[in-house]
């Protein structure tokens, strides 16, 4: 028997879900500007491991098969890289744009499923992904701006983050939540140790201390995450995700001196118009490929 919905409790633990994910970015802004990416995100891995302790016998005791194994390495080789890429861009371009284009993540994932897993791509769906990537193009203004090689890394970033998800759909069908974000934990942390070892530089405690609050925080994130969609559908939790881009904006003008930018904002809103359409149809046909924006976090 199906669980009843609790709208509010989902919308308020998805309020915090965002908060915490936005906590995420301005650490890391804060923190990381000193350490190579891939240390930084290794450390954060390393670090979040503790979370796991509760569930390591369960874990332990869990019998996995060669195939799934397959699937589980293969998530933390592109999630390893996603990371990566998503550390460096924090360092390189202001937050509101780096959250603007983590919600590519979505997008990325309806053109994967239907390359990948043979799901239909219908006109209005091909259509809202046209109208996302004029939202990135909005955003990054070739021709009149110099791109940076931190938007070029946070594109590459949400197209991995997407191959992330596609790895990890079949998966949650076949083991428990904390199954799938452990084994993330352990293949990406293992995946960032050689990248971070060869750029190491000797972490002070205070780094220490900022990278564990990264992952805290991230750790908190997904608790939440887990929670709103277990209390309400997706449809309902989905729109309270883009109050993210509010926060970021903000965070961003208040903390680190980057006042609004009118194109990034307007080219926020076609993404976040594309993925709500998206997430509106699939709710309609009952489908849950594309994933809900904060499902790709870090």
Not at 91 to 100: G, K, S
Not at 113 to 119: Q, R
Not at 160 to 187: C, D, E, N, Q, W
Not at 190 to 195: K, N, R, S, T
Request: with cysteine; charged share 10%; net charge positive.
């Amino acid at each position: 028997m199906q669980s009843p919905s609790r709208p509010l409790q989902g919308i308020l633990w998805m309020a915090t879900t965002g908060l915490c994910f936005i906590a995420v970015t301005a650490v890391v802004k804060h923190a990381a500007q000193d350490l190579p990416a891939a240390e930084a995100a290794f450390l954060r891995y390393l670090l979040g491991l503790v979370f796991l302790l509760p569930v390591a016998r369960t874990l332990l005791a869990t019998r996995i098969p060669a195939r799934d194994m397959a699937f589980f390495a293969g998530r933390g080789v592109v999630h390893t890289l996603a990371v990566i890429l998503w550390f460096y861009a924090m360092t390189q371009i202001p937050i509101a744009e780096v959250t603007a284009m983590n919600y590519l993540n979505p997008v990325y994932v309806t053109l994967g499923a239907a390359i990948f897993l043979g799901e239909r791509l219908a006109l209005r769906r091909i259509l809202a992904v046209v109208l996302a990537l004029i939202g990135v193009v909005i955003i990054l203004r070739p021709g009149f701006r110099a791109v940076e090689s931190g938007h070029l890394a946070m594109l590459a970033t949400a197209v991995l983050f997407g191959a992330s998800y596609l790895f990890a759909k079949p998966l949650s069908g076949r083991h428990s939540a904390s199954m799938v974000v452990a084994m993330l934990s352990i293949t990406v942390t293992v995946g960032l140790a050689p990248f971070a070892f060869a750029v190491w530089v000797t972490p002070t405690l205070v780094d220490l201390g900022w990278m564990f609050l990264v992952a805290a925080f991230a750790t908190a994130g997904h608790y939440t995450m887990t929670r709103a969609f277990a209390a309400a559908p997706v449809s309902v939790t989905q729109p309270v995700t883009f109050l993210q881009m509010v926060w970021a904006v903000l965070l961003g003008w208040a903390l680190f001196d980057e006042p609004p930018d009118a194109f990034v904002i307007l080219g926020a809103l076609l993404i976040i118009a594309s993925v709500s359409f998206i997430a509106w149809r699939e709710a309609r046909l009952r489908r849950t490929v594309t994933p809900p924006s904060p499902a790709t976090k870090i």
